[in-house]
């Protein structure tokens, strides 16, 4: 199913395409021999940063298909960010979760955008919202926030145009 001109996906494709575009420029960027710096002991890495903008977008064929998701099941492992040690690598895995998330988003209704959904850590309710404030919160506003962090340690390091609106 297409989505029509005027559904609230069809609203956030545009801003989705320039987001992402800009988020890829900055992976782009990412030195393989500084993935393990850090700003600041207290702080994550250069490469784990690059690993969860990269895996931020791929939430969105399950915030769509899903309606809840547990971050540390009772019966089952806790969710963990990907750890890719090759720049080629987390641009890789960031294409083809940009692919699949812009094809979920084209074939999401106004009415699944409406439905709720639920974030747990075990049998803790973390938060439920709609799907649509999910992907606008924890998909879009949370890439971008990210990307200005990778974009500030690039700038650290002395990385040449390394700006989060490339």
């Excluded at 994550?44 to 990269?54: E, I, K, R, S």
């Excluded at 106004?110 to 309710?125: F, N, P, R, S, V």
Aim: hydrophobic letters at 40%.
């Amino acid at each position: 199913m297409s989505v029509s001109s005027t559904s609230i996906a069809s609203i956030m494709l545009p801003e989705f395409d320039r987001e992402m575009a800009c988020t890829r420029k900055i992976l782009e960027k990412v030195p393989a021999d500084k993935l393990e710096w850090k700003a600041n002991e207290s702080l994550h890495t250069l490469g784990w940063n690059a690993n969860h903008v990269a895996e931020i977008v791929g939430w969105t064929q399950f915030i769509i298909d899903e309606d809840v998701f547990n971050l540390a099941p009772v019966d089952g492992p806790a969710y963990e960010t990907p750890s890719l040690s090759d720049p080629a690598k987390i641009i890789e895995a960031f294409d083809q979760n940009v692919s699949l998330a812009r094809a979920a988003l084209e074939r999401t209704s106004d009415e699944t955008m409406g439905e709720m959904w639920t974030m747990k850590a075990g049998e803790q309710t973390l938060m439920t919202i709609t799907k649509g404030e999910c992907l606008r919160t924890w998909v879009f506003n949370h890439t971008v926030h990210h990307r200005g962090i990778l974009s500030v340690y690039l700038r650290m390091l002395g990385v040449a145009d390394a700006t989060a609106y490339g």
